[in-house]
């Protein structure tokens, strides 16, 4: 099984057309999208009984792969509650057609005066219906919650929401590995350079591997692809790796190679890039190895694969030395 990752909303609405006794709309709906302590809050009056309008999240933006299966949807919503004694009164699925999925309602979970995430739906959990790739990457699938709160003045404040689809690949029965060894597919983009700084993220660097170097690091032998400086900088390969199940599936990863200046004087790196963070992941390190001696990195990803995959299934990943002396 894969999942999505937690994915942020690109639309949060105050929605009144799924209930006639709704009577008290959401302000700020737009500080829902993310986690940064802004809110989207319901402000209560006493003796009214509140009954809010439904705070509905959509355009996710999901790429379910082609005809995978969903297994599950899983929401969760980061919030308080100035009182400490609610509890949501419902909380369901929205599906493709804009329409609450409503045979199953995951309301009746309290809220804490304390900010933190409470958890709707699981990894198996399918809202009571049966869903269509399709649905979820439509822009209309998503999630609403709504609270009634008959005494008092209080707020209840959202400061984030976000689902996680649980979803099997077509053909696959489960999320089996990719293997990511650096050996080489038409797809993939092999760069290397000698740079300064370290690169932040994981533009192409400047030299291209050409046909004949894509060939030398595809098997484990004498053939190797070097890159060489005479000054403080980094010597970095990067390497993209397409997955041709067009998939999110777990990586293993591994690496071979040798270095001029020993790993024992500074470190080599095997890193991974972060799309959703924007920061490049240590999987591996070596800072014992000896001069012009073989050794090997390594690492898996997974989880919260979609973080790593860009929209064409390329994962970025790189090996790397900061060069302190003259060498290579």
């Not at 804009?98 to 199953?104: E, I, K, M, V, W």
């Not at 370290?198 to 004949?212: K, M, N, R």
């Not at 293993?252 to 500074?266: D, K, Y």
Request: hydrophobic share 30%.
């Amino acid at each position: 099984m894969a999942d999505t990752g937690w994915i942020s909303p690109g639309t949060v609405l105050t929605n009144r057309s799924w209930s006639t006794y709704s009577n008290t709309p959401w302000n700020d709906i737009d500080n829902a999208k993310s986690s940064d302590n802004s809110y989207a809050t319901l402000v209560t009056t006493d003796g009214v009984d509140n009954i809010s309008y439904y705070l509905e999240a959509n355009n996710f933006g999901f790429s379910i792969p082609d005809g995978a299966t969903i297994d599950g949807i899983e929401f969760r919503v980061e919030c308080k509650y100035d009182l400490g004694l609610n509890a949501w009164d419902e909380g369901k699925v929205v599906d493709e057609s804009s329409s609450l999925s409503s045979t199953n309602d995951r309301g009746d979970v309290s809220i804490s005066t304390d900010e933190k995430y409470i958890y709707f739906g699981d990894s198996t959990e399918l809202w009571g219906t049966t869903w269509a790739y399709t649905d979820i990457n439509s822009s209309n699938f998503g999630c609403a919650l709504l609270d009634r709160i008959i005494d008092g003045d209080h707020t209840v404040s959202v400061d984030h929401i976000q689902i996680k689809v649980y979803y099997t690949t077509a053909g696959t029965g489960t999320n089996s590995d990719r293997d990511a060894k650096i050996t080489g597919a038409p797809e993939d983009v092999y760069t290397r350079e000698a740079i300064t700084p370290l690169p932040g993220d994981d533009t192409d660097l400047t030299t291209s591997y050409s046909e004949q170097d894509i060939t030398d690091v595809s098997a484990s032998d004498d053939d190797r692809v070097g890159l060489e400086t005479t000054s403080v900088k980094y010597l970095i390969h990067q390497f993209k790796k397409y997955n041709d199940n067009n998939a999110l599936e777990n990586m293993n990863v591994s690496w071979e190679g040798q270095t001029t200046l020993a790993p024992s004087s500074s470190t080599v790196y095997l890193q991974v890039y972060n799309l959703d963070t924007t920061l490049w992941e240590t999987l591996d390190s070596d800072n014992s190895s000896s001069v012009n001696t073989d050794f090997s990195l390594s690492g898996i990803v997974n989880a919260d694969l979609a973080n790593y995959y860009d929209v064409n299934y390329l994962v970025s990943f790189r090996v790397y030395q900061y060069i302190l002396q003259e060498g290579s």
